[in-house]
């Protein structure tokens, strides 16, 4: 598996992790094994990380992509508007708050948001986080059970209203994705996906 601790201790060794790098494995894969999680689990990163492989050879700066990646939901409480922000303060803590550190707490931040900043990399950890939109139609839409699992409480009525606001913004943008790359290979099927989502869900 693309998460497991082999392939996280290189990574660990050269982006300078503090402590015990086996330890901070542990945490993470525990933190996106917790049950409050259906999407934004170890699934997830484990696609994201799939998409990083391809799309390396791209990257100015991999190492940091991949270490924002691992970290960009390790705090997840579906009834917070914080996570990113605190998932952001686990890895300068686990990166002991070095300018690297505060650069990929800055990287993780635009997962809220996915809108890029100035850095040179920054389209590709929102392209990457946003992948799942272009996949098969049978992941889109286990996707999309998932999103539901982690949003229980909220009444189907008002669920799917909310829902299809959020898709329909994605769907309203005029570029999707951001990269050459992902454009070519993701933006078609991530619109027939969002528009066959937000049909769905307003049917």
């Not at 201790?9 to 901070?24: F, N, S, T, Y």
């Not at 409480?77 to 707490?105: C, F, Q």
Request: hydrophobic share 40%; charged share 30%.
């Amino acid at each position: 598996m693309r998460t497991s601790l082999d392939h996280w201790l290189p990574l660990a060794e050269r982006m300078g992790i503090v402590g015990d790098a086996a330890g901070w494995h542990e945490r993470l894969v525990k933190a996106y094994e917790e049950p409050q999680r259906a999407y934004h689990s170890l699934q997830h990163l484990e696609e994201c990380l799939g998409v990083l492989d391809e799309v390396k050879g791209f990257i100015q700066k991999p190492d940091l992509i991949e270490m924002a990646l691992w970290f960009h939901d390790a705090v997840y409480d579906p009834k917070s508007g914080e996570n990113e922000a605190l998932s952001a303060e686990w890895a300068i803590e686990a990166l002991g708050g070095t300018a690297m550190a505060r650069e990929v707490a800055r990287l993780i931040m635009l997962t809220k948001s996915h809108q890029p900043g100035e850095g040179q990399d920054d389209a590709w950890i929102i392209d990457i986080d946003l992948a799942i939109f272009a996949q098969p139609v049978s992941r889109v839409l286990e996707y999309e059970r998932q999103i539901r699992e982690e949003y229980t409480w909220v009444p189907e009525e008002l669920y799917r209203e909310k829902r299809a606001e959020v898709l329909t913004g994605f769907l309203n943008r005029e570029r999707l994705y951001l990269t050459a790359w992902a454009r070519e290979r993701f933006e078609q099927w991530a619109r027939e996906n969002l528009r066959a989502l937000i049909e769905r869900l307003e049917s």
